[in-house]
């Protein structure tokens, strides 16, 4: 029987297919007979998640309404549910699944990429049947057909698939029972929006609202530093005394006794160069790589994995969803054996230092599922690589470069430091001094960033003239995220945490989310509106900081939470913990948030009304009750008289169109909208009409 492969996605199956010969069919590709399968195979793809978890009404109609007496909601087995318009693809894969006897799992190589596949297997309802599991970082021809000569069993890939699958319903559970909870109280103190809680995007939040208030509550304070300027026989440079205080009085008291009034002879006392060497930068991750293209290019980090996404399957990049910055001697021995063919593509020639494999760079041990983002064997030729999208093309360079850095020169430098004394006061002044560029070269930006001017050529015990005062500063705020520092913060977000083990196991796995998460949690957080950017800059909303009042004491405003989950999780991957033990936890943190959060929003000072501090202005008399105003809040359009019955309300999006300020005033004022474009129905097409109000309600007019 022909196996039957399943993709992701229909890129990556086409990825696959470019490796044999193969026939298009609707809904899959047909490989012809083989040297690696005989028999020919099917390639069949999933659509992302084909499969997911069904809504809480279908286990209780309680649960089908926002009600806090209808809480928790903690099903006894969980249900899941073809996702609607995907019900084709879907039929197509089991039809092929339950002709064959072998199935191979081609999907991403990681824990959600493990539970794409067997959730759409599991949902087929098909038994018995082989699972291989392919595993593979590059999609070139001979690493995708070596992959399929080289198939694993699935033992690992079904404790990825527990491992997904406990993190996939322990997120449902803390979203569906936290968000109405919260959501429930805040309505009762007259915030009528929806309040999302997630187990990473809400501690992540806070992480923004944390700096937030740093900014915020920072006081400027002055300080004084004595300052020198000295004119020596090859020319001027400063010096600073190794002072800094709070009052002027003691910085003039300290120059008061050492008989310094303004000019004075000083004298080189010490002078001492050390040549420095920097070597180059270790490779890129993903989020290395997306804090790195946001400082460059303010490319934000879902643009930034999305572009990696399409020059691996360009086949001009390694995996991008990698934590990894080590690569093993196999991916070393063909980028060394390609060194000149990088160099020519980019204009970067240069003398190679060696050839030798550095610990540095290339650590087998330091590397898991997946390896650091390099290029693929497939060099582009010059026009193919001008033909790249300005995007493409700067992460395609910036991945290059950093991988040629491992066989270029370390830069050197020259640290010059003087000490400069007058009347016995010490000034200390550092120089620094290019010697070689070294692997600086390959990243000419980096050699434009503004440097201190060079220090004169100095001698010791040479005379200077000093020209001495003292210097008034003022303290500064901490500065708010950009999006790549948050991308970085969430890495290292241990440092927010109290407790020892936390801050350890915070280390351990990274901080808040995965390589491959990220990004979409960072979305996700933008689209509830708790947080905006802005040139680059991320800042908190009233909306959010409504969310962070709320949640703050408790564990979900906490990495320490995700900390203690992600490391269970990760023993479920391992075969060393119990999914059940696992979401038995889950509900216990549940029952405690229902039994503490009331008391808790109290405690943290939240007044009995509240208004949402960037509502916007009126739209137009209310419709129903014609007292009120709508308004727009985050997540809908509603009636001011709300509090006194009026129920009257537009939705933000509907049909998947996002319903504009000026729509709700067309049909608050006229009854009904021009033709608005772009309503998606629910089996996927696109149709215009326009919305006609009628007792309250939103219907169609075509």
């Not at 690589?385 to 950093?402: I, Q």
């Not at 929003?601 to 007044?607: E, Q, R, V, W």
Request: proline share 5%; charged share 30%.
């Amino acid at each position: 029987m022909k196996p039957v492969i399943v993709a992701e996605k229909p890129s990556q199956a086409k990825a696959y297919a470019e490796a044999f010969k193969t026939s298009k069919r609707d809904g899959y590709l047909e490989i012809a007979p083989d040297a690696i399968f005989p028999e020919g195979a099917f390639i069949t793809w999933g659509i992302g998640h084909l499969v997911e978890l069904k809504e809480p009404k279908a286990y209780d109609p309680k649960w089908g309404r926002w009600k806090l007496e209808a809480l928790p909601i903690l099903p006894e087995k969980y249900q899941f549910q073809v996702a609607r318009g995907k019900s084709q693809q879907f039929n197509i894969i089991k039809r092929l699944i339950s002709q064959t006897d072998t199935v191979i799992n081609a999907c991403d190589v990681d824990r959600e990429g493990s539970n794409i596949f067997y959730s759409i297997y599991y949902q087929t309802g098909v038994k018995n049947k082989k699972i291989q599991r392919l595993w593979i970082n590059s999609l070139e021809v001979d690493e995708v057909r070596k992959g399929f000569q080289q198939l694993r069993d699935n033992k690992q890939d079904l404790l990825l698939y527990q491992e997904a699958r406990a993190r996939q319903i322990s997120d449902w559970l803390v979203g569906m029972n936290g968000s109405r909870l919260y959501s429930l109280l805040l309505q009762e103190k007259g915030i009528h929006e929806v309040f999302a809680i997630g187990r990473v995007q809400t501690p992540t939040v806070f992480l923004v609202y944390q700096r937030a208030m740093e900014i915020e509550s920072f006081v400027p304070e002055p300080f004084y530093e004595i300052e020198g300027v000295f004119t020596a026989e090859k020319g001027r440079y400063k010096g600073k005394a190794k002072f800094k205080v709070k009052e002027r009085r003691e910085a003039e008291d300290l120059l008061q006794k050492h008989h310094i009034t303004g000019k004075a002879e000083g004298t080189v006392a010490q002078l001492k160069t050390v040549e420095k060497r920097m070597p180059p930068p270790m490779l890129h991750s993903l989020s290395t790589l997306q804090a790195t293209a946001n400082r460059k290019w303010k490319y934000s980090p879902a643009k930034v994995l999305s572009v990696m996404q399409g020059l691996y399957e360009k086949k001009l990049v390694s995996y991008p969803r990698t934590d990894a910055q080590h690569i093993t001697p196999a991916e070393f021995s063909y980028v060394a054996g390609q060194v000149e063919s990088y160099q020519k593509l980019i204009g970067a020639e240069f003398p190679v230092a060696s050839k030798s494999p550095k610990k540095r760079f290339v650590d087998s041990a330091k590397v898991q599922e997946h390896y650091a983002i390099i290029p693929t064997k497939s060099i582009p030729t010059a026009r193919k690589l001008e033909g790249l999208a300005r995007d493409e093309r700067n992460l395609y360079e910036e991945v290059l470069r950093t991988t040629l850095a491992m066989f270029h020169r370390d830069y050197r430098y020259a640290e010059t430091k003087v000490t400069t004394e007058v009347n016995g006061l010490a000034f200390l002044t550092t120089g620094k001094t290019d010697l070689d560029q070294g692997w600086k070269d390959l990243f000419p930006a980096a050699k434009e960033a503004k440097q201190e001017p060079p220090l004169p050529e100095l001698h010791e015990q040479e005379a200077v003239k000093a020209d001495v005062a003292v210097k008034e500063g003022m303290t500064t705020p901490p500065k708010p995220y950009t999006e790549g520092q948050l991308i970085a913060m969430m890495k290292t977000c241990g440092k927010y945490v109290d407790d020892v083990e936390d801050t350890e196991i915070l280390k351990e796995i990274e901080g808040l989310g995965t390589e491959a998460t990220r990004s979409g949690i960072i979305e996700t957080i933008k689209r509830h509106e708790y947080i905006e950017v802005k040139k680059n800059i991320v800042s908190i909303t009233g909306k959010g900081r409504i969310l962070c009042q709320s949640i703050e004491g408790n564990l979900l405003s906490s990495p320490a939470m995700t900390a203690k989950w992600e490391t269970y999780l990760k023993k479920i991957g391992k075969g060393e913990g119990s999914p059940e033990v696992f979401l038995a936890t889950i509900a216990k943190f549940i029952h405690k948030l229902l039994e503490d959060v009331p008391a808790q929003m109290k405690h943290n000072g939240l007044p009995d009304k509240l208004a949402m501090p960037d509502s916007k202005e009126e739209i137009a008399l209310c419709p129903r009750c014609k007292k009120g105003m709508i308004i727009s809040r985050k997540g809908s359009y509603g009636c001011t008289e709300y509090d006194n019955g009026c129920k009257q309300s537009f939705p933000n999006v509907f049909l998947k169109k996002r319903l504009t300020a000026k729509q709700v005033e067309y049909l608050c004022t006229k009854g009904k909208t021009p033709v608005i474009k772009g309503f998606v129905s629910k089996n996927g097409k696109k149709f215009n009409a326009k919305l006609v109000l009628e007792d309250g309600k939103l219907k169609m007019e075509f």
